[in-house]
Each structure stands twice: as C-alpha cells, then as structure tokens.
C-alpha cells in the first residue's frame, strides 16, 4: 500500500478543522518541495523553528504568493533582525528582553510584529515561557512597547498529562487579558485545543509525515 500523499493527508486535517481557526503546517525538517505541495493543495500558513532553516526555505520560496511564515520555535534576540517583517506571526514570546529587540527591529523597519506569549502552563523546567501567575505582567510591559502587537497567548502542553485541562486554563487567561488568539494544538492533540477555543493549530507530522532528522 502506497504512502499518503502530502495533499492526501492536508485535506484529511482540514476537514476536522473548523473555520475560523488557522492551521499551521509545521514545516520545520522537511524539504522546500514538501512545502510546495501543501501549497499547491491549497495551505498558505507555515510554521518553521530554525531562523537558519526557515532564511532557506523562505529563499527557495519567494516565488510562491500569499505564503504566510509563522515562527513557532524558540528565538534568541540575535536572530530577530532576520524575521521582523518577513514573519507573519511569532509564536514563542518568553521574556520582555526578547520583546524589547523585536519591537526595536520592528519600529525601525516601520513595521509592526504580531506576538504570541508564551505560557509554559504545566511548569515543565525542560520548557520555555513565563509562568501563567507572572502572564499578566509580561503582556502589559510587551503592550507597551511601539511596533509590538500582542495578540495572544501560545503553549504547548506536557506529554503525560490530559491535554485539555491546560488548553482551558490558558483560554481562561486570554480571556481575562483580552487576547483573542490562542495557538495550542499540535498533530496529537489539536482537536482537543479546537474543542478548547484554539485559534490556531500547529499540525506537523500529520501532514507531512515523520520527521527526517535535522542536519547538523
């Protein structure tokens, strides 16, 4: 029995996906003609980790229109000069310094960047974002900064554990801050986000298959 096809496994997603919610295909590790043909299925929204990986692809990309680049990865703040204005949304907004530098970038481009803070809501020491008690004081400093936009909360739930009950808190926490985006939701667990409020997904492996390793 042959392998499904990229196209094969995108339409199969998207039709548990409702509208109003933005599917994501992590690309990240997979070849610029994976990203091709989602593409030619009809998938626009992308979503990379590695500023490296993502300039090449972008590069190899620049011919296909309405490709929107999500930066769902962690970012370190010597990086930012590559995304800001090429991005169309970064998902993994820790800490104020990393908020700082890009809306520096950001006002000096004339652009404005849109950011998802992000909200390590199991307490895992292994992962990135601010506690959910200290979200409140982060989202206020990053709504102050000129050529940031703040426009929700992003996370991504321990392994071992149910899923939904740490996609409701962080709903709960956007809702009290007036966020409207919520990006939770990855190949194993975005139908429980969505039944969540999810309003993006991040779906990777059950569209373009297993990842090839990543090289060094």
Not at 142 to 161: K, T
């Amino acid at each position: 029995m042959s392998e499904p096809t990229i196209a094969t496994r995108l339409a199969a997603v998207r039709a548990t996906v409702p509208a109003g919610v933005t599917l994501v295909a992590v690309s990240k590790a997979q070849p610029a003609e994976a990203i091709r043909e989602a593409y030619a299925a009809g998938q626009r929204h992308f979503g990379e980790n590695y500023v490296q990986e993502w300039r090449d692809k972008a590069a190899a990309l620049a011919d296909l229109p309405d490709l929107a680049w999500h930066f769902v990865g962690s970012l370190q703040t010597n990086k930012v000069k590559y995304l800001v204005g090429r991005v169309a949304l970064v998902h993994a907004m820790d800490r104020e310094e990393l908020g700082r530098e890009i809306a520096r970038r950001s006002a000096a481009a004339g652009v404005t960047t849109r950011v998802l803070v992000e909200v390590n809501v199991a307490g895992e020491a292994s992962k990135a974002g601010c506690a959910p008690a200290d979200a409140p004081a982060l989202v206020a400093s990053l709504r102050a900064l000129p050529g940031l936009e703040v426009a929700g909360l992003m996370c991504i739930p321990a392994q071992d554990e149910p899923p939904r009950p740490r996609f409701a808190l962080l709903r709960e926490l956007a809702a009290s801050l007036g966020l409207p985006e919520l990006s939770m939701g990855m190949s194993g667990d975005y139908l429980d986000a969505i039944s969540e409020g999810a309003t993006i997904v991040r779906v990777g492996t059950a569209i373009f298959g297993e990842r090839r390793p990543r090289a060094r």
